[in-house]
C-alpha cells in the first residue's frame, strides 16, 4: 500500500485533475490519495472572509468565483448522469454552508482564528469529494475524524499518539482507492476544525502512512523534484535524483518548497520513502528521499535560501559569562510564537545573532527588549534591534562531512565575488552551512555558488567586452568559434553578457548571440557612454564577471577602479592604466590583489607573447630582472624591414598602416611613445617604479612632424625619404640594420634607433616580430630571450583570449 499526495496545482486545472485521474487508476496496489485544495483558492477563501470582516461588499463577488470555479469543474471532469447530479447536491449544500458564514462575518464584522479555520477547510473538503467522484472506486474519508490537535503556545499542533490510533482505525479495512481531503484537523478536545498549517496537506499524507507503515510516500506537485537550486534564480539548476532525509529536511527548513517541512518527520522513522513526482510530467524520475543514498563525488548536494530575512542581535559585555542568556533569549521568541531558523554566536558570548522572518522582526525586538529590560537600562546589553533586507542561504549534503576545507572554498568563493556574509552558522553534523548576505546579493551567490561546487553543467565566465573594432571584433570571433569546444572539453561556458562600441551598448544576463552581435546591438543596443558602462556594469552585479577593454580610451580605463572595486576582473589590451602615473597603477594592482580578482594586461607589451607573464614567473620564483633589451613596436619593425631601394621611409609607414599593424595615427608609434608605454610597463612589472617622463628619447622623426593635422603630416613625410635612404645604403654596405631598442638598465629606461650587425639578436628580426631579452640574476651570461609575433589584431585577440582563460581558473 501507498500514500499519494496531490497539491493544489495538481488538481486545479482541468487537464491537471485528468491526469491525477489517469495517475491513481494506473496504481496496481491499495492507494490512499490525499488531495489539497484547487490552486488558488485557499487564498481566495482567506481574501474573501477578511473582505467580509471588513464590511466590503465585493466579498459577494469574490465569493461567486469561488462557487463557479467548483461548479464549472464539476461540469467539466464528470459526465452527465447520476453521478453528477449526486455531486452537485453535496458540492453545493457545502457552498452553501460557506456562504451563510461569510454572510454572518460581514454582518458581525469580526473574524475569529476558529471561523477562519472553518473558511479554509472548505477548499479541501470541496476538492477531495469531486476527486472522489472523478476516480474510479474511489471511496471519500473525512480526515477531521481522525487527524486530531491540541493546542500549545497559541498553535494547534498534531496529537500524533491519537492520530495515529484513529488513522489505523479508520482504514481497517482498504479499498482500492482511499481519497482523504488534506490540511483540514480537529481539535481533540473542542472538536472545533482546525488545520496543520500551509503546506498541511503533505504532512496529513506523511502521518497517514507513517501510521499505516506504508511502502512508500509520493507526493504530486509541479516540479520535478528537489532542484540543486531555485530556477528561477538559476537557469542550469537541475533536479536531485536522490536525498537523504536530513539533506531534504535541511533543504525545505531554508526556503526549498518542494515539500512542507513536518512532512519528512513521521515517514523518517519508518524508514518510508518519500518520492517527489511531477503530475505535469509523470514520466520524470523525480526525486526520492530515504535513509541511506549514494552520496556521489559532489560535496554539495543542493542550495537553499530565504529571501525575507532580519537578523537580530543581541549583544553587549554583560553576557560574558552569564549563564542563561540565550535560555532567556528563545524562551521568550518561543511564548510568544516566533520561530528561528539561524542562530550564530561569538565564541566570547557577547553577542548572539538569530535569523528570523521579516514579519517577525518587529514583535521578536518588543519582546526580547522587554525580556531584558534591566540590563538594557543599566547598560549591560545593548538595545535589540533588527537588521532588514537580508537574506539566508544554505549548502546542503551530507557528503560536506567527508570533505576537508568546504567552508574555506565558500567564503573564498563568495569574497572573490564581493559578496559579504554578515552571520554565518554550521552544525556539527556539517551538513548544512548557513549564512546571511544582503538581499541584493541573494541572485549573485546562488550563482556563484552553483558554478563553484560544480552543481552546474558548466563553470561560467560572465564577459563584458568594450571595443569591437579590429582587436575587439577579432577576440568576439575567436570566442564565438571556441565556446562550443570549451564547454565539451574543459566545462567552461564563456557567456557575453555585454558588448559596446562607440555608439551602443547592450547588456543581457542571457548573453549575446556572438553570430549576430552586430545587429543585435545596433536594434537593441542603448545609447554607450562611460557612465552607462560603469552603471549597467555594476548594477548587473553578475558573478564571476570580467570586463574586457579592447580600446585605447583613457575615459574607459579610468573605469578599472571601480570595477575592481565591485569585484570585476579587468582583462586590459588597452596601455593606458598600466601606463600612467605609478601611484594608478600600483593602486589597481593592489585593488585587485586585496579583493581576490585579476587585473591582467598581457597584450600591453607583446600582443600574444608571454612577456609580463615571464617575468612575473621569474620574480615570483626569486629571480632579479637586472636589464631588458626589446624591439618592442611590431610597426616599427616591420617598417623598418620592409624600407629598401624601392620602397621609400614614408611608404612603409603607409603599408604598415593598411596592414593594420600601427595606430590609426601612426605618429604614436614613430614617436616612440608606444614603445616607451610598454617600457614602462614591463619596468613596473619588474619591480621598478618609472614613469613616461623618466624614458630618456633617441627619436628618427624630427618633432615638428608630430605636430598639427595627421592630414599634414601625410604631406611632409616624403620629405624624409632622401635622408633615410642614404643612409640606408651605408647600412646595407656595414651589413647592418636599424631596430628601435628599448632598453632598461640600473632602473632607467632609454629608447632610440639602434644599428645592429649580424652578430646581434635582433639582427635577423624578421616581419613585426618582437623581441625581447632578459638579464636576471639566473640568466646573466645568456639572457632569456622571448620573439614571435607582436603586433595585429588576431595575435592580440589571442592574447586578451589567454589573459581571459587564465581568470576561468581561479
Known amino acids: 500500500m501507498k500514500v499519494m499526495k496531490f497539491g493544489g496545482t495538481s488538481v486545479g486545472s482541468v487537464n491537471s485533475i485528468l491526469s491525477v485521474k489517469q495517475i491513481v487508476e494506473a496504481v496496481e496496489e491499495p492507494v490512499i490519495v490525499v488531495v489539497s485544495a484547487l490552486g488558488g483558492i485557499t487564498d481566495k477563501l482567506i ?64 473574524l475569529s482564528s476558529k471561523t477562519s479555520a472553518t473558511i479554509v477547510s472548505y477548499g479541501e473538503r470541496l476538492s477531495s469529494i469531486i476527486v472522489a467522484s472523478l476516480i474510479k472506486g474511489a471511496v471519500w474519508y473525512d480526515s477531521r475524524n481522525f487527524i486530531k490537535t491540541e493546542k500549545k503556545h497559541a498553535k494547534h499542533i498534531l496529537d500524533s499518539e491519537l492520530t495515529t490510533c484513529l488513522v489505523k482505525e479508520a482504514f481497517q479495512e482498504l479499498p482500492e482507492v482511499a481519497l482523504v481531503p488534506g490540511f483540514i484537523s480537529t481539535d481533540k478536545n473542542s472538536g472545533e476544525v482546525t488545520n496543520l498549517g500551509r503546506g498541511g496537506s503533505d504532512y496529513t499524507a506523511s502521518v497517514i502512512a507513517a501510521a499505516l507503515n ?16 531555485d530556477p528561477r534564480v538559476i537557469s542550469t539548476a537541475y533536479t536531485i535524483n536522490e536525498l537523504s ?91 510568544n510564537g516566533i520561530s528561528v531558523f539561524m542562530v550564530s554566536q561569538a565564541s566570547s558570548e557577547n553577542s548572539t545573532s538569530i535569523g528570523v522572518r521579516n514579519q517577525d522582526a518587529a514583535l521578536a525586538c518588543e519582546v526580547l527588549n522587554e525580556e531584558f529590560s534591566k540590563e538594557i537600562e543599566m547598560g549591560e546589553i545593548s538595545p535589540v534591534v533588527a537588521e532588514m533586507n537580508l537574506a539566508t542561504i544554505a549548502i546542503v549534503g551530507e557528503n560536506m562531512k567527508h570533505t576537508p576545507g568546504i567552508a574555506g572554498k565558500l567564503f573564498g568563493t563568495l569574497g572573490r565575488n564581493g559578496i559579504s556574509v554578515i552571520a554565518c552558522a554550521q552544525g556539527a553534523s556539517e551538513t548544512n552551512i548557513s549564512f546571511v548576505v544582503e538581499s541584493k546579493s541573494l541572485r549573485k551567490s546562488l550563482n556563484v555558488i552553483h558554478d563553484s561546487f560544480f552543481l552546474s553543467e558548466y563553470q561560467v565566465l560572465n564577459l563584458f567586452i568594450c571595443g569591437t573594432g579590429t582587436v575587439g571584433g577579432s577576440l568576439i570571433e575567436q570566442i564565438r568559434c571556441q565556446q562550443q569546444k570549451l564547454m565539451q572539453e574543459r566545462g567552461l561556458k564563456l ?58 580610451s583613457a575615459e574607459v580605463a579610468s573605469l578599472y ?76 619593425n616591420y617598417i623598418f624591414n620592409k624600407i629598401s631601394a624601392d620602397i ?14 600601427s595606430e590609426p595615427d601612426p605618429r604614436i608609434d614613430l614617436s616612440g611613445k608606444d614603445v ?23 627619436l628618427f622623426v624630427p618633432n615638428d612632424f608630430f605636430a598639427g593635422s595627421l592630414e599634414e603630416f601625410w604631406k611632409k613625410v616624403p620629405s624624409l625619404d632622401a635622408d633615410f635612404e ?72 589571442a592574447g586578451v583570449f589567454a589573459d581571459i582563460m587564465s581568470i576561468a581558473n581561479i
Open 495 to 552: 557567456k557575453v553578457v555585454g558588448i559596446a562600441d562607440g555608439h551602443h551598448a547592450l547588456f543581457t544576463r542571457a548573453g549575446v548571440d556572438l553570430s549576430q552581435y552586430k545587429e543585435e546591438l545596433a536594434e537593441k543596443g542603448m545609447p554607450s557612454s562611460t557612465q552607462v558602462l560603469h552603471d549597467e556594469i555594476i548594477g548587473m552585479n553578475i558573478f564571476n564577471s570580467v570586463f574586457v577593454d579592447c580600446t585605447a
Open 676 to 698: 616607451i608605454r610598454k617600457l614602462v610597463i614591463l619596468a613596473r612589472e619588474a619591480g621598478y617604479k618609472l614613469e613616461q617622463e623618466d624614458v630618456e628619447k633617441h
Open 245 to 335: 532525509y536530513v539533506e531534504a529536511m535541511e533543504l525545505c527548513n531554508f526556503g526549498a518548497k518542494v515539500v512542507y517541512p513536518p512532512t519528512i518527520y513521521p515517514v523518517c522513522h519508518k524508514n518510508i520513502p518519500i518520492l517527489i513526482k511531477n503530475t505535469f510530467n509523470p514520466q520524470g524520475e523525480g526525486t526520492i528521499i530515504k535513509q541511506e543514498v549514494n552520496s556521489g563525488s559532489k560535496a554539495i548536494k543542493g542550495i537553499s535560501s530565504i529571501n525575507d530575512t532580519s537578523l537580530i542581535t543581541v549583544t553587549g559585555l554583560g553576557m560574558v559569562g552569564v549563564i542563561g542568556v540565550n535560555f532567556r533569549i528563545f524562551k521568550a521568541l518561543a511564548q
Open 561 to 636: 577602479k571601480d570595477f575592481l572595486m565591485n569585484n570585476i576582473s579587468v582583462v586590459a589590451a588597452n596601455k593606458i592604466a598600466a601606463s600612467s602615473e605609478y601611484s594608478v597603477y600600483s593602486e589597481l594592482k593592489q585593488i585587485a590583489r586585496r579583493r581576490g580578482v585579476k587585473f591582467l594586461f598581457e597584450t600591453n607589451v607583446g600582443a600574444g607573447l608571454p612577456i609580463i607573464n615571464t617575468i612575473n614567473d621569474l620574480i615570483n620564483s626569486g629571480d632579479k630582472i637586472l636589464k631588458i633589451e626589446a624591439v618592442l613596436s611590431g610597426t616599427l
Open 47 to 110: 481574501n474573501t472572509s477578511q473582505m467580509a470582516a471588513n464590511g466590503d461588499s465585493a466579498y459577494e463577488k469574490e465569493y461567486r468565483e469561488i462557487v463557479n470555479r467548483h461548479i464549472e469543474m464539476v461540469y467539466t471532469v464528470i459526465p452527465a448522469g447520476n453521478e453528477r447530479t449526486v455531486l452537485l447536491d453535496k458540492v453545493n449544500e457545502l457552498l452553501s454552508e460557506l456562504k451563510d458564514i461569510f454572510q454572518g462575518i460581514y454582518l458581525i464584522k469580526d
Open 214 to 229: 506504508a511502502d512508500s510516500l509520493e507526493i504530486w506537485t509541479d516540479v520535478d523534484g528537489f532542484m540543486t537550486a
Open 648 to 661: 621609400p621611409f614614408s611608404k612603409t609607414i603607409k603599408m604598415a598602416q593598411e596592414e593594420r599593424y
Open 726 to 797: 642614404s643612409r640606408r645604403q651605408k647600412l646595407e654596405d656595414e651589413n647592418k640594420r636599424w631596430r628601435f631598442v628599448a632598453k632598461l638598465e640600473n632602473g632607467k629606461g632609454s629608447v632610440s634607433l639602434q644599428e645592429v650587425d649580424s652578430k646581434h639578436p635582433f639582427y635577423g628580426l624578421e616581419g613585426s616580430n618582437n623581441i625581447i631579452l632578459l638579464t636576471t640574476e639566473r640568466y646573466k651570461e645568456y639572457p632569456m630571450m622571448i620573439q614571435g609575433y607582436g603586433a595585429g589584431a588576431s595575435v592580440t585577440a
